[in-house]
């Protein structure tokens, strides 16, 4: 499917490996009144367990990268108009990233769907943080995957022509201040 350019410069994207506190992150912002969107992997692993299915990354892997396209494109599409920031718990360049951590082709219509449907040039990235990694019941990868996520993700968005900012190692609050500070000096 062909889209539009699209640039929502108030989406704003916080992704990087499993584990390393994004989740955590996003439910800090929106009990600070942010709009957020939970991340698709986690709910489509959910409801695939749920049924018996096997589209999860321990799974059917293409079948999984589609489902989270289709959801991360619905996400995207779905947010309301206007100006105020939306977080979102990954982004569809993080699908150019799952690709290459599976060791997939990128499609052309990927590509262009990743061109065409834009976020904020600045993505935050959660890198991995083995102090607080832990595994739960559908976090199954180990810390050496979930740097090696954090290695793929990050190459999908430079290639993706986004810019990061490194969140800090620090207190969830700490985070929090650093992820406005930097959008209140981006606008």
């Known amino acids: 499917m062909s889209y539009n350019l699209q640039l929502k410069k108030h989406y704003y994207i916080i992704t990087g490996g499993p584990g390393s506190g994004k989740s955590t992150l996003l439910n800090a912002l929106a009990a600070k009144g942010f709009a957020t969107v939970a991340e698709a992997g986690r709910q489509i692993i959910q409801d695939e367990l749920a049924w018996g299915g096997n589209a999860i990354h321990t799974g059917d892997r293409l079948a999984f990268r589609e489902k989270m396209m289709a959801q991360s494109?619905?996400?995207?599409?779905q947010q309301p108009e206007g100006d105020k920031p939306?977080?979102?718990?990954?982004?569809?360049p993080d699908l150019i990233g799952y690709?290459?951590?599976i060791q997939q082709p990128i499609s052309q219509d990927y590509w262009q769907t990743t061109k065409a449907l834009r976020?904020?040039?600045?993505i935050f990235m959660a890198p991995p943080w083995a102090d607080i990694y832990e595994h739960d019941a559908l976090r199954k990868q180990d810390f050496q995957e979930a740097t090696d996520t954090y290695q793929a993700i990050k190459r999908g968005y430079l290639e993706s022509e986004y810019r990061f900012t490194e969140l800090p190692l620090a207190s969830i609050d700490e985070r929090v201040a650093f992820i406005l500070h930097t959008i209140e000096n981006d606008s």
Do not use: A, E
């Open 86 to 92: 939306v977080f979102f718990d990954r982004g569809i």
């Open 73 to 77: 494109i619905t996400d995207y599409l």
């Open 119 to 122: 976020y904020n040039p600045t």
């Open 99 to 101: 690709s290459y951590l």
